[in-house]
């Protein structure tokens, strides 16, 4: 099965031999890609809805991997089963992901690897990862029909940071001088300049309260760039 470029990363970060469940599973490409390439002798695709989990299905059916892949209805890691020892979350944005991961928090004891990709507040997904015992070990930021993917490996383990831009932009890529890093936190750092301009000259609490918070962010970028002038 040919994946996108994203998917295919997401794919890549999951150890070989692992047992996967994919928590929102959808069409059930991660798991058919991991288990038809011999990288996963068995995998497990979730959702919460029927309708996907029908569809993966009927995907899994079509590769020939009925016996490698157990289709599960469950809301987030509620029916994760104990055997599966990796977790991939992808397709969602950081707010859901960290719900999602926080209800969850009674099975993650017996995974030992977490692969994610949250579509915005990358920042509340790295926070809680280090909250709940777990070291990022590995990130990478794709680019696909215009938009910037972060994914994100990480397995038990302690560890903190101690700047709060790491969290926001990760220490990895910035830190590497990924050059897909470099062109996203400047594209970021143009768009928050542009918007802080169009707030000149006006004067309610409100855009007050947005310029400030605005204002820390660009700073984070700026720290994230310092990185790349080393």
């Keep these: 099965m040919e994946l996108s470029t994203r998917l295919k990363t997401i ?40 309708g996907p989990l029908e ?41 859901l992901m960290e719900q999602i991961l926080t209800r ?3 099975k993650l004891c017996h995974v030992a690897e977490l692969v994610l990709s949250p579509q915005s507040h990358w920042e509340k997904v790295r926070k809680f990862l280090h909250s709940h015992g777990y070291a990022i070990k590995k990130e990478a930021l794709v680019r696909e029909d215009g938009k910037y993917y972060i994914v ?16 926001s ?7 590497s001088k990924d050059p897909l890093m470099k062109e996203y936190l400047l594209k970021e750092k143009e768009d928050i300049q542009k918007i802080l301009t169009s707030f000149q000259g006006k004067d309610s609490e409100t855009l007050k309260n947005r310029a400030n918070e605005l204002s820390s962010a ?11 002038e080393m």
């Design 152 to 167: 994100i490996k990480a397995v038990q383990g302690r560890e903190s940071y101690p700047s709060s831009w790491q969290y």
């Design 104 to 106: 969850g928090e009674d």
């Design 11 to 50: 794919a890549s970060f999951v150890s070989e031999g692992m047992c996967v469940a994919d928590i929102g599973t959808d069409h059930g490409y991660i798991p058919i890609y991991l288990t038809s390439e011999g990288l996963s002798g068995k995998a497990f695709a979730m959702d919460v809805n029927r």
């Design 218 to 228: 660009l700073e984070e970028i700026k720290e994230a760039l310092k990185h790349y």
């Design 55 to 95: 569809r993966a299905r009927q995907n899994i059916k079509k590769e020939g991997l009925d016996g490698q892949i157990e289709c599960i209805l469950s809301d987030g890691m509620e029916g994760l089963p104990e055997d599966a020892d990796s977790a991939v979350i992808a397709g969602m944005g950081g707010d």
């Design 169 to 175: 932009y990760g220490t990895y890529l910035p830190g």
